[in-house]
């Protein structure tokens, strides 16, 4: 495998529940440290594309392969999965469960770190994103934008080599997205592979290399965020546009 | 918790504003002006359910020190049974919980064979009276494995001869179990489905998550459910006494036949059945609260 050979490659996907059809034919390859963005209005398929990157959602034809990994076979799926990252819109984390907790379970069960090893990465993941005061705090604790850093520096735990958000803002009050896209955004410039669905032209402009509209369920225009925002070329990604800005 | 303390900061009326700092409002036990309200007080939040438990408890004591004749005499005569009563439950209750989880798991496995399995288990038992099932484990069930002993010739089983206690025990695990599986399916149910995916995506396998993740935060939602089952249970033993198991109902049926008060008798044994039932309950609603987290 080369350098050079994306690291996702998604092949021609569909994807319907029941009658409704979700994904109708998406093929994309993100490269390395690459940080792609996508946008389209709700039912575009956005977050079913995304959530197919690490098979939370099975499609129904196609093919996704990450890090040189298929999808298809489905005892590849833990594989991947410590590969690849996820943030979810409602945050998900576990309420029962302490803040520090929450970030060292997985390395402790999964990757089998030691105590001590599982905890210094913790501590260290909670600097980064900057709460380290709250790491014997309960999620109910903390605002809901602590609380997405701490699903942030949860995901990154497993040392993913790529990195899924799932609209990561759009359940938070508009004071505290700042402090959750400063963290993206300072993940990007660290070389972070980042596939991420939201709106957020700060986070657009600061960190995404390529900018991808959907709409039923497919691609519809593909450029540079500057491209695509400034001069969009097609009628469909002008008219969404003309909502959302 | 959270509605009484509303209560108390209403009753404390001005004294509320003062409590500027909201830190300290939290605990209303941390500020002296309301323990001169009446029913704000800190020994008033000591549940008043107690009450009513202790009350019972000293009927019953009362009963058996200045009427001893008959109350001593029943409780005495009835004293063996009250240990087979609670042995039954409690062994009964521990199989139920474990038996019950693998019925839970098992109504909600996409496997379709487990699945229907468990779930003609829970329909089967649940339709059929506790007392007819706990018959056919003391009577036919031991004629059953006798026939095939005798079919297979295995000498074990043609002389087999089946243990009261065990089989009411067996008898009430396998129909509360079906009840409980319910509850276990509809706790895992109440815990929204981004937990889950939230654990696989961090590479948990699904046992892993279940354990982890998502076992922990059922058992709390399904605390007072399960309660409630330990306390049906406890009442429900008493038809054990129909298959010749020497527990409190049937102490108490032997007691009259050979004395001839059945007021006495059975109102005796009606106490000594709501002493357990009522500490049941305070022990079940105490475990709750320490149990309880906000989400």
């Known amino acids: 495998m080369t350098a050079m050979e994306p690291i996702i490659q998604i092949k021609n996907i569909y994807k319907s529940f029941g009658s409704v059809e979700a994904i109708r034919g998406v093929s994309l390859s993100v490269q390395r440290g690459e940080v792609v963005m996508i946008i389209g209005p709700s039912g575009s398929g956005k977050s079913t594309l995304l959530r197919c990157i690490n098979r939370l959602e099975e499609y129904d ?67 980064k994103v900057g709460i380290p005061e709250k790491a014997d705090a309960h999620p109910i604790q903390l605002s809901g934008g602590q609380q997405q850093r701490v699903a942030i520096a949860r995901a990154l735990a497993m040392n993913p080599k790529i990195m899924l958000f799932d609209e990561p803002t759009s359940a938070l009050d508009p004071e505290m997205i700042q402090e959750v896209l400063d963290v993206m955004i300072a993940l990007a410039k660290e070389g972070m592979t980042m596939v991420v669905v939201s709106h957020e032209m700060g986070f657009a402009r600061a960190a995404a290399d390529r900018a991808i509209l959907m709409d039923g369920g497919k691609i519809i225009e593909e450029a540079t965020p500057d491209n695509l925002f400034k001069h969009p070329q097609h009628e469909r990604t002008k008219l969404f546009l003309s909502k959302v800005l | 918790m959270m509605p009484a303390r509303c209560d108390v900061q209403h009753l404390a009326g001005n004294s509320y504003t003062k409590m500027e700092n909201k830190n300290k409002s939290i605990d209303p036990t941390s500020s002296k002006l309301l323990e001169k309200i009446p029913g704000a007080e800190p020994s008033a939040r000591i549940d008043p ?122 008898g009430l695990t396998f129909c509360y ?89 059975w109102m005796m044994i009606a106490l000594l059945y709501l002493v357990m039932t009522l500490f049941s309950a305070r022990i079940v609603s105490w475990i709750e609260k320490k149990a309880h987290f906000e989400r």
Do not use: C
């Open chain 2, 49 to 170: 359910w107690w009450g009513l438990v202790f009350t019972v408890i000293l009927l019953v004591i009362g009963l058996v020190i200045f009427k001893p004749d008959p109350y001593r005499r029943i409780l005495l005569f009835v004293q063996d049974g009250i240990g087979v009563t609670i042995k039954t439950t409690v062994i009964s209750f521990v199989l139920v919980m474990v038996l019950g989880l693998f019925g839970g798991l098992g109504r909600l496995a996409k496997n379709k064979l487990i699945n229907g399995a468990a779930t003609i288990y829970v329909e089967v038992v649940r339709g059929v009276p506790l007392l007819v099932q706990l018959l056919f484990w003391y009577f036919a069930f031991p004629s059953v494995v006798q026939g095939i002993g005798t079919s297979l010739n295995i000498n074990v089983l043609k002389t087999y001869v089946a243990d009261p206690i065990g089989m009411a025990v067996l």
């Open chain 1, 61 to 127: 034809q196609g093919s996704i392969v990450v890090d040189g990994i298929p999808l298809t076979n489905p005892a590849n799926i833990n594989a991947v999965r410590t590969e690849v990252g996820i943030v979810f819109q409602q945050f998900n984390l576990f309420p029962h469960l302490t803040v520090l907790e929450n970030i060292s379970l997985a390395q402790r069960i999964v990757r089998k770190r030691s105590k001590e090893d599982t905890e210094s990465v913790s501590r260290k993941l909670l600097d």
């Open chain 2, 177 to 265: 179990a079906a009840y409980m599986s319910e509850i276990y399916r509809a706790g895992i149910m109440s815990i929204p489905k981004g937990q889950m995916e939230a654990a696989r995506s961090l590479g948990m396998s699904h046992i892993q998550a279940m354990r982890y993740i998502i076992l922990p935060q059922a058992v709390r939602v399904i605390l007072p459910p399960v309660g409630n089952e330990f306390i049906s249970l406890l009442k429900d033993s008493s038809l054990v006494s129909v298959v010749a198991v020497a527990d409190m109902t049937r102490r108490g049926r032997e007691f009259m036949s050979a004395n001839f008060i059945p007021v006495e008798t």
